[in-house]
């Protein structure tokens, strides 16, 4: 129960730190780097709460600093994608756990094809030198297709194009071991599939950024 008790005091306490306040005293939301800090916080203080109130809370604190690089690293790795990527059709999401790079159709593929484009490679090539440049991450390349034709097909053609990106990424110097392939199908929509603009949004790659913890 006393290890209960001083995980929940140190993690309510590093919370309160991620709701910070500005110059004019007006309550704002927490960083990234805040949010990595009370992530890794909490699981630390969950792993070191199995052995002793100390351990908890020397576990939350060391979960802190590694939680606090980790957002950070983040979030300027997302910058550097920004600028680099002359693309406005490209996102880069920072989730606070990873970085999601969404990639739609008309970037990367003709209609009903795997074989990427030449601008598409272009812009894979330019991920590429940013994942060698913030080489301390795994990445998961998730193809997705809108809901029009049969699963089975749309499941096929998912895969063959997220194998397909992820070959570039290789070719262009990514290790192969930090890179996995997905495909989902028409699984997970990101709009709806009943206009043209939805099933346009939902024909993606997304290249998933997790960094090593």
């Not at 999401?93 to 601008?119: H, I, K």
């Not at 206009?195 to 998933?208: C, F, P, S, Y």
């Amino acid at each position: 129960m006393k290890t209960r008790i001083s995980l929940l005091i140190a993690s309510t306490g590093l919370i309160a730190l991620g709701a910070c306040t500005d110059e004019y005293g007006q309550t704002t939301a927490p960083s990234r780097t805040q949010q990595g800090a009370i992530a890794g916080a909490v699981v630390g203080g969950l792993i070191g709460a199995g052995e002793s109130k100390q351990r908890a809370a020397q576990g939350a604190i060391l979960g802190a600093g590694v939680g606090a690089i980790g957002g950070r690293m983040l979030d300027q790795q997302e910058r550097a994608l920004n600028q680099q990527l002359n693309n406005p059709n490209i996102q880069v999401v920072n989730n606070g756990q990873y970085l999601t790079v969404r990639m739609p159709e008309s970037t990367l593929f003709g209609f009903d094809s795997a074989a990427v484009s030449a601008q598409g490679q272009n812009d894979l090539y330019t991920i590429a030198r940013n994942l060698n440049q913030y080489p301390n991450s795994t990445i998961q390349v998730i193809g997705h297709t809108d809901a029009t034709g049969s699963q089975a097909y749309n499941q096929d053609l998912s895969q063959r194009r997220a194998r397909s990106v992820a070959g570039i990424l290789t070719a262009a110097g990514v290790n192969q071991s930090r890179v996995t392939t997905t495909g989902r199908g028409s699984a997970q929509p990101v709009a709806s599939n009943n206009t043209d603009a939805g099933r346009a949004q939902n024909r993606r790659v997304e290249i998933l950024i997790h960094p090593n913890s």
